[in-house]
């Protein structure tokens, strides 16, 4: 009996390798680097021209109000995403207003993007909050100046061969690493939904928040922008 089981371990297949990044936030071997500091190549305003936004000091991609979204030319479906922010600190500024921007999954589903300590504001519309669909399990934001970070397992909606959505999106987020969302549903299309077809692959995309009435000047930071597809 033994031998047997021994066997059928043997024969059994074995997950493909793949090589750790050398620090947690960086890069396995297996992901498509988005952004890196080099190159904002793989980037594109929503109407396709060259993205609004600009490298600093070779390692973060800075988005100032009026950049317009940027949206990535990977698209994806299932997958693993990792993005660093950095907020700017706007005391002046409350609510929706302060340090606003998103990290849209398949360009229809937003991770709200907020400077949340002391800055009340929806449940839903905080840091770590699926915006419009659940607010994080717990309010793990760090000061505005300090960099940040999300780690996403994003599920897409599953389609039948008619192209209709037999189970919906679903998303588990780390946020600074603390987990805020736990396969969360997401049933319907997110507000700012720009992905037609559900079930079709999307791009990622960083939201600039300046078509929005009053919307103050914002300078966004990002890096480490990576993804892993997933089966």
């Not at 297996?30 to 390692?59: H, M, N, Y």
């Not at 700012?192 to 919307?215: I, M, T, V, Y």
């Amino acid at each position: 009996m033994i031998v047997l089981l021994l066997g059928a371990w043997l024969v059994q297949a074995q997950p493909p390798l793949v090589k750790p990044g050398p620090q947690s936030h960086l890069p396995p071997s297996d992901a498509v680097v988005l952004f890196d500091g080099s190159s904002l190549e793989g980037w594109r305003k929503p109407d396709g021209s060259a993205t609004g936004c600009s490298i600093e000091g070779g390692q973060s991609m800075l988005c100032v109000t009026g950049a317009r979204d940027a949206v990535s030319r990977e698209k994806h479906r299932n997958a693993q995403v990792h993005v660093e922010f950095l907020l700017p600190r706007m005391p002046e500024q409350k609510g929706q207003l302060r340090a606003n921007s998103g990290v849209y999954l398949m360009n229809c589903y937003e991770l709200q993007v907020l400077d949340s300590l002391d800055n009340p504001t929806y449940a839903d519309g905080i840091a770590g909050a699926l915006y419009g669909f659940a607010p994080p399990l717990v309010n793990a934001s760090r000061p505005a100046g300090e960099w940040q970070s999300y780690d996403i397992l994003f599920s897409a909606p599953a389609c039948n061969a008619a192209g209709e959505v037999e189970k919906p999106a679903s998303a588990t987020v780390v946020h600074n690493g603390v987990l805020v969302q736990w396969n969360t549903v997401m049933a319907k299309k997110g507000g700012g939904c720009q992905q037609a077809n559900p079930c079709e692959a999307g791009p990622l995309r960083l939201q600039d928040h300046s078509g929005f009435p009053r919307a103050p000047r914002t300078e966004m930071r990002f890096r480490n922008i990576w993804l892993r597809h997933l089966r």
